[in-house]
């Protein structure tokens, strides 16, 4: 009888469930994210074409003028212009005009004046036409002008004629005059008065309120699907050289930003539109990001590999029942694995997590037991006190990231892709995420990443 009492009772304490307190989780906060100022070099494209036509239309069509004297020869003349037609080389905008004109001459070869002060020509005169009741001369003409950008972000222009030909002179054979150097000086004088017409023109575009709307829409949040509210809070802006293309002019804008990525909207004090600085170029897109990883996702990894796992320790066998990321404890993570079989209960391990830059995998290293468990276990189960459940876990919880960055590049990308305004588009492409630190909070882990990518405007 005293037999089988000892023997109940050994079976009851072998199959005794281990207590554990869990211990209370605590965690030192991750540092503020980019508390640096970053640079944003955007390329800017402008779209000329509209502001183009509107110089076109304000340009005359056709003008004329004349040189009339008592003696020797007078003439007047009409020109007329064709559509400009603009071309574009890195900084120069140059236009080319085809012209034609018409000319009416006259000749006197001597005056006098003694009934009248104009003076009376005293041989009847002799009247000649060039263009006239036949095609008219063709001209062809051409302009260059100079643009730049000044600190208030509205172009500085300067117009030069570059060209003006007279492919069809007009030579009065009666007379053996050739008039065209004549009317070339006069139809030339009035082209050149036209420069500065061009100059105001060129400079009335209003690139500055697109620029200075731009910038108020990039001081909203852009909302980033499943993570929250990119902010890129620009503080500093400036511009590069222009550089022409079809229809389009090319600038570089550089932005100084302090971007951050969080899960709700919060109140913040918009920046006013600055005076532009000396430009600096950097490359393209360049910033820091905060993706959050719940612990509930990465405790389903290390239960997908270890659930119903047994393991024997010293002919003892227990069975891994569920295996639980609890939170952070300073630097470490608390992880609670509930087991059955010659014991049944719930362990506490702690382990570091660990990046792998090159492979970009996080892993948790250091498994060992929590002091209060070590406590119990020394007590109630030494046999359970080794290296096979630590090494489990470790082998388990190594995650490959790749997937989540791979969502969040497309994610991102996805809402760089807007109209800010119905004149300012944004374009942007993620090129890569790197994971640059790890940092833990109670319900997460904190993966610190940069975002390297491209981001263009397009002005209308």
Not at 163 to 181: A, G, M, Q, R, S
Not at 184 to 192: D, H, N, P, R, T
Not at 223 to 232: D, K, Q, S, V
């Amino acid at each position: 009888m005293r037999f089988f009492l000892l023997l109940l009772t050994f079976i009851l304490v072998g199959c005794k469930t281990i207590e554990v307190t869990a211990p209370i989780t605590r965690l030192i906060p991750p540092p503020a994210l980019n508390t640096r100022l970053s640079s944003l070099t955007i390329p800017i494209q402008i779209n000329l074409s509209p502001y183009l036509k509107e110089v076109e239309k304000t340009l005359p069509m056709s003008f004329s003028g004349q040189d009339q004297r008592c003696e020797g020869i007078s003439f007047s003349y009409r020109f007329f212009r064709q559509p400009i037609v603009f071309s574009f080389q890195k900084d120069v905008l140059n236009y080319s005009v085809d012209g034609k004109f018409d000319l009416k001459l006259n000749y006197c070869p001597t005056c006098h004046y003694l009934f009248d002060k104009t003076g009376t020509c005293i041989i009847p005169r002799v009247y000649a036409s060039c263009g006239i009741d036949e095609p008219m001369r063709r001209v062809k003409v051409a302009y260059r002008t100079k643009i730049d950008l000044a600190p208030t972000f509205k172009f500085n222009a300067t117009t030069q004629l570059d060209k003006f030909e007279i492919i069809d002179p007009c030579k009065i054979t009666f007379l053996n005059y050739d008039v065209t150097t004549e009317v070339k000086k006069q139809v030339q004088g009035e082209l050149i008065k036209l420069e500065n017409d061009i100059d105001k023109q060129i400079e009335s575009i209003d690139i500055r309120s697109s620029i200075k709307e731009a910038w108020t829409e990039l001081q909203e949040p852009i909302p980033i699907e499943n993570y929250g509210f990119l902010y890129l809070q620009p503080s500093t802006i400036s511009l590069g050289r222009l550089a022409f293309t079809t229809g389009k002019v090319d600038v570089d804008l550089n932005l100084g930003i302090s971007p951050m990525v969080v899960t709700e909207k919060h109140p913040f004090n918009k920046t006013a539109f600055p005076d532009m600085q000396a430009f600096k170029k950097t490359n393209g897109l360049d910033m820091t990001i905060d993706i959050n990883a719940s612990y509930d996702s990465l405790s389903a990894i290390i239960n997908h590999a270890l659930k119903d796992k047994e393991i024997e320790f010293k002919r003892k066998k227990i069975i891994i029942k569920n295996v639980i990321i609890n939170g952070a404890l300073d630097s470490v993570l608390v992880i609670a694995v509930s087991f059955e079989g010659a014991k049944k209960g719930t362990l506490f391990l702690v382990g570091k997590p660990k990046l792998d830059n090159v492979q970009q995998r996080v892993s948790i290293i250091d498994v060992g037991f929590e002091v209060e468990t070590k406590s119990v276990l020394l007590k109630t189960a030494k046999w359970m006190f080794n290296d096979k459940i630590v090494n489990e876990i470790q082998k388990a919880a190594t995650y490959d990231f790749h997937p989540l960055l791979e969502n969040v590049k497309a994610d991102v990308s996805k809402q760089l892709n807007t109209s800010l305004t119905d004149d300012v588009k944004m374009v942007g492409q993620i090129d890569a995420i790197y994971i640059n630190s790890l940092h833990l909070s109670n319900s997460h882990l904190v993966i610190r990443t940069n975002i390297v990518g491209d981001l263009k405007l397009k002005i209308n």
